[in-house]
């Protein structure tokens, strides 16, 4: 997996599991000069998680650390791990969480089986929808678009509502 510095590759980090441990491999290059560099690992909904600080190694920077699940876990890290690793001098903001008033949408983004991703002060959810298996949008079916068995729900963070849409294939009359 990629690791990101400033928004452009840094490095990569490689993950195994072994029985109740995860080990985290991490290799970049050198910064400059007198600069410590850490990694991180980020989630949607959870703080950074620090993997560790990055040493010297030849000509290139290195981690390698084993994490518990149950350490994991206690971080909210555990089963799902961090989307994206980042380095740097600092540690990277954790995005604030909307005030979401609606029980429901506070629900899925809980929920495992639903992705959530952020673009222009939009959340937009996505999950599978298919006949063998729940469906987390039922409650807000009229909003969603559904292509390719997965479902699609956009919700606005500012007005704390559902955005309505069309899909791009369907002509209104």
Known sequence: MEISRDGMRWGDMQITQQENQVVFRASGSLPKYGEILRVWGIRQGAQPLLIGVAEPDGD???????????????????????EQYVAGTHPPQAESQPDIRDRHIRQLLQNTEVSVRREQGRMIFSCRFARDCAFPFAFIFGFCTVKD????????????????????????I
């Not at 920077?61 to 961090?82: D, F, M, V």
């Not at 606005?156 to 899909?167: A, F, G, L, Q, S």
């Open 60 to 82: 290139q920077l290195k981690i390698e650390r084993t994490l518990t699940q149950q350490y994991l876990h206690s971080l909210g890290y555990w089963p799902a791990l961090p």
């Open 149 to 172: 068995a997965h479902a699609q729900l956009i919700w606005d963070e500012k007005r704390d509502c559902p955005v309505w849409t069309v899909p791009q294939d369907t002509k209104l």
